[in-house]
């Protein structure tokens, strides 16, 4: 069936330091990606809407300057932390459109020291 | 402010029993609400889903009731198994928008005893 990579599953970055967490569909072509965060006992929050050759459509309250989205591929879509803060450890998970399916990725769990 | 609010941070049932599991929401635009089912290291899984058009949609074990006059929607699980034990999102989704724009609650942590 259909699966969505994400790597890394977990990283731990230096504060002030940039990170990029990779999304990609491995057997399907992927014209959405979503991004979201999920802060401890806490639900799964959309950071972002991430169309393939197009700017991401961020959410209310995610600033595009620090979360960078590329979505260079149909089937990768990156998430870019810039310039992290201990605030931004969270768990990041994307997830993938196919058609009326959505396909998540496994997250990826930063730390920031 | 959180739309989809599922109160249950945990359950506990035993094997053969029934779990019901809740999740309540505050916006009146969602018209399609999802469970997925999460395991530890992996992504969500979709479980099943309910059109607002709908007020049951059933799956084998799984049956999820919608009552949209209190916002209110349940997945039950019967018989439940100890495979079952996983954590439970409930997620919504509003008309007009992306297919994969959804609105999660907290999850739940469901736990079956054998």
């Known amino acids: 069936g259909a699966v969505v990579s994400q790597h890394p599953s977990r990283v731990i970055c230096k504060s002030g330091t940039s990170v990029k967490i990779e999304c990609r569909s491995l057997d399907f072509q992927a014209t959405t990606m979503f991004w979201y965060r999920q802060f401890p006992k806490q639900s799964l929050m959309l950071m972002a809407t991430?169309?393939?050759?197009?700017?991401?459509?961020?959410e209310q309250g995610v600033e595009k300057d620090k979360f960078l989205i590329n979505h260079a591929s149909l089937t990768l879509s990156t998430l870019t932390v810039t310039s992290a803060h201990p605030e931004d450890s969270s768990f990041y998970i994307c997830?993938?459109?196919?058609?009326?399916?959505?396909?998540f990725g496994e997250g990826s769990w930063l730390t920031v020291v | 402010d959180q739309q989809v609010k599922q109160n249950s941070p945990s359950l506990s049932v035993q094997e053969g029993r029934i779990s019901i599991l809740n999740c309540d929401y505050t916006n009146s635009m969602f018209d399609y609400f999802l469970w997925y089912k999460k395991y530890p290291a992996e992504g969500p899984t979709f479980l099943i889903s309910i059109s607002s058009i709908k007020d049951k949609n059933e799956d084998g074990r799984f049956t999820v009731f919608l009552n949209k006059s209190a916002k209110h929607l349940s997945l039950h699980i019967v018989p439940s198994q100890p495979g079952d034990s996983a954590v439970y999102f409930c997620?919504?989704?509003?008309?007009?928008?992306?297919?994969?724009?959804?609105?999660f609650g907290q999850g739940t942590i469901l736990t079956v005893h054998p």
């Open positions: 991430s169309n393939e050759g197009s700017k991401a459509t961020y």
């Open positions: 997830s993938a459109e196919t058609g009326n399916t959505i396909y």
């Open positions: 997620a919504a989704q509003a008309g007009g928008t992306s297919y994969g724009k959804l609105t």
